[in-house]
């Protein structure tokens, strides 16, 4: 396993288009978690599943946004009717249920620029 | 809601010499968990050290060791025999011990290591 991976790494697109990405956790590890990182700002929690299930959602997560994890492995992110103010990077990130001892592991991100 | 505050946007230290991160939190619970993450240009977060607010000895991986302060709100990081891989972004991040499972992180300090 080479760590939680993020697809795509850069996406542009133009203001009212909808854009998903994609996370693959570590397989092992069966919390999922998205962060939203602005330019020169700390990662900003979005949300966060065990398994399958949403079980955390930041008021950030606009209805625009939503967060799937369907059968507990990959997760999808998806910004609907996107606005410039959406164009951050945004992380991904894994951890087992002992993620207080091991912490997380994230991906390298997917920064969004819309135009 | 808790909130984390990074006083120092930059710091830059002479290879080899000692620098001190500062971090701050504010919160009205008595058990939770602080953490340094570094972000390396490469975008990927890593967690560099963990402490556990219940224990009162202060947590040291390697060259990285912290202050922690809990009366005073305080957990610096401190990184000794600074190497050239130590520049990064670090960002101190809190997580309370029950109930939500998101990490509040501050806005960071960038760290430059002069040869």
């Known amino acids: 396993d080479t760590g939680v991976s993020q697809d795509p790494r850069h996406k542009i697109t133009k203001r009212g288009q909808n854009v998903t990405f994609r996370c693959d956790p570590i397989?092992?590890?069966?919390?999922l978690y998205w962060y939203r990182q602005t330019l020169g700002q700390g990662p900003e929690f979005l949300t966060y599943f065990q398994n399958e299930a949403q079980l955390e959602k930041s008021r950030l997560l606009s209805d625009r946004f939503s967060a799937e994890r369907p059968k507990g492995s990959f997760s999808t992110l998806e910004i609907q009717r996107t606005e410039q103010g959406d164009s951050a990077m945004y992380l991904c990130?894994?951890?087992?249920?002992?993620?207080?001892?091991?912490?997380?592991?994230f991906g390298s991100g997917t920064r969004l620029t819309v135009v | 809601a808790q909130t984390v505050t990074q006083s120092q946007p930059e710091m830059s230290v002479q290879e080899a010499e000692t620098v001190t991160l500062s971090c701050t939190y504010d919160?009205?619970?008595?058990?939770?968990?602080l953490f340094w993450y570094k972000q390396p240009p490469s975008r990927q977060m890593i967690l560099v050290i963990r402490?556990?607010?219940?224990?009162?000895q202060n947590a040291t991986e390697n060259r990285f060791s912290v202050n922690f302060q809990k009366a005073a709100k305080s957990f610096s990081l401190k990184i000794s025999d600074s190497q050239l891989g130590d520049a990064a972004m670090y960002f101190c991040a809190y997580r309370t011990q029950g109930g939500s499972e998101k990490l509040v992180f501050g806005k960071g300090t960038k760290l430059t290591v002069n040869p």
């Open positions: 402490q556990e607010a219940y224990k009162q």
């Open positions: 919160t009205s619970e008595s058990d939770y968990y």
């Open positions: 397989s092992e590890h069966n919390r």
């Open positions: 990130a894994s951890s087992p249920a002992l993620e207080i001892i091991y912490g997380y592991t």
